[in-house]
């Protein structure tokens, strides 16, 4: 396997959990802790950019969930709840909890469940352009209405290795272009190589295709989560692409009233488009829930 290429100053790390062994980085020594959960197609590469901004006053975690990136992905489960006992354990490794856990596109329904019940492990709770099934995620995979033809490509079993296998880069180069993203050369060749690397492996793609059935099997467990454990924490929902849809879901499942950002001519992928600007929300944010 080709080495990892890595920033400056971000230290990689291995650890068994859950029965798998995930994949994750850390950069900053001192503040409150940060820990960072992708999307698709992403790894924990999508905060490349993001992390060193965060880590001048924080300490910060970017995981590559099991399936993705360089974590084991080995036959087993891959659906959300199972991810989600994962970063549970994490968080018990690092011993650094409770921890600002932010999460972005697919991850949403991940994070959403370890914040909803391991509230303890969670200071604050930051969802980045994601939504819940349950609350109008799965609507994604409706493509009569708009939605992503990937999805049911993924999903279906047999079809992803049959399809992609050998063809990894062009599936994931329009991803860095329209309408996925607006800013001109936000994700770049390097990137998508970084990204190729890793769903080129045997079962590359084992990770996503868990998550996108969790989406499309999940709504009732998630809206039966979301009833019984509103979340409690400080949320801050962050917007860009795709518009109001992540305040208006977040608002239906925590308790009290959340803060919200829209982060303006950007798309999908803030965090690569527009690490700056995101990592003053994120900043400001965390700032205030810090002090108290």
């Not at 993705?68 to 968080?91: C, I, K, M, R």
């Not at 272009?177 to 079962?203: F, K, N, Q, W």
């Amino acid at each position: 396997m080709a080495e990892i290429a890595a920033p400056p100053e971000i230290t990689h790390r291995y650890v068994d959990v859950n029965g798998t062994r995930l994949h994750y980085v850390e950069a900053g020594s001192t503040g409150s802790p940060i820990l960072l959960v992708h999307g698709f197609p992403e790894t924990w590469w999508a905060f490349r950019k993001l992390i060193p901004l965060l880590a001048a006053s924080h300490r910060v975690y970017a995981v590559d969930l099991r399936g993705f990136g360089d974590s084991s992905n080995e036959t087993g489960p891959y659906d959300s709840a199972t991810s989600a006992e994962d970063l549970h354990q994490l968080v018990e490794h690092l011993d650094v909890g409770p921890v600002h856990l932010a999460g972005q596109d697919i991850s949403g329904m991940v994070v959403f469940r370890l914040a909803a019940t391991h509230p303890d492990d969670v200071r604050s709770f930051i969802p980045i352009e994601t939504g819940l099934p349950g609350f109008g995620m799965e609507r994604l995979a409706d493509v009569t209405r708009g939605g992503a033809w990937y999805i049911g490509m993924l999903t279906t079993p047999g079809i992803p290795e049959m399809l992609l296998t050998g063809r990894e880069h062009e599936f994931l180069t329009p991803f860095g272009g329209p309408p996925m993203t607006v800013t001109p050369g936000a994700i770049i060749e390097s990137d998508l190589t970084e990204y190729v690397r890793t769903y080129s492996r045997p079962g590359g793609f084992r990770g996503a295709t868990g998550l996108y059935r969790s989406m499309l099997q999940d709504g009732d467990d998630i809206t039966a989560i979301a009833a019984a454990n509103p979340l409690k924490m400080p949320v801050l929902a962050i917007g860009a692409g795709g518009g109001d849809f992540t305040r208006s879901t977040f608002t239906q499942v925590t308790a009290g009233a959340i803060r919200s950002v829209s982060l303006k001519g950007v798309g999908h992928y803030a965090a690569q488009e527009a690490p700056r600007e995101l990592a003053t929300a994120v900043l400001d944010f965390l700032r205030d829930v810090d002090k108290n």
